[in-house]
């Protein structure tokens, strides 16, 4: 699995089964490069049947690379706009990946992009608690140095504030 980088734009490893570490770390693809930066900049899957002859594949040379010769890209793709690609090669009991592979890992691709943006969205939800939260504890804290019987109004806002919190306010 590989994200785009929100602040240089670069594709780089977020997961990875069966590559090297070292790899992992310090991989970085730009958008058009290479497979996965075709594919994310572009939008659309790229099935390779024979990765060493694909003449979509730019390579200085001709030396075997890859364990298999074929490969599945697919973007990662939310409000119409790639997100990351996933990669996979060495279909398992095959020499190839098909169609009905790439059909397979383009609904994959969608279920990953729909939970992305539950997570973020959660994420988000979590932040807001958590600063009115902190809002309310300031607002309570401030309460020790206002008598209740001289601010009603103060007494009201943080009541409401907690009944909305279901925190007691006691």
Avoid: W
Avoid at 13 to 25: H, K, R, S
Avoid at 29 to 45: M, N, T, Y
Avoid at 58 to 63: C, I, K, L, T, W
Avoid at 79 to 101: L, Q, T
Wanted: proline share 4%; with cysteine.
């Amino acid at each position: 699995l590989m994200v785009i980088d929100p602040v240089d734009k670069d594709l780089r490893i977020e997961a990875a089964i069966g590559t090297q570490e070292e790899g992992v770390e310090h991989t970085k693809v730009k958008l058009g490069e290479g497979i996965s930066g075709r594919v994310a900049a572009e939008g659309k899957p790229m099935l390779g049947r024979n990765l060493e002859k694909d003449t979509r594949v730019a390579r200085g040379n001709n030396e075997p690379v890859y364990g298999s010769k074929s490969f599945l890209c697919v973007p990662v793709i939310r409000e119409d706009e790639a997100i990351g690609v996933i990669n996979v090669s060495s279909p398992m009991g095959r020499d190839e990946f098909n169609e009905n592979d790439c059909k397979l890992l383009e609904l994959f691709a969608t279920r990953l992009a729909v939970a992305v943006e539950k997570v973020e969205r959660f994420l988000d939800v979590s932040l807001v608690y958590e600063r009115v939260r902190d809002a309310y504890a300031a607002m309570l804290e401030s309460m020790r140095f206002v008598d209740p019987r001289d601010n009603k109004y103060i007494v009201e806002l943080v009541a409401r504030v907690a009944g909305k919190l279901q925190i007691d306010y006691e």
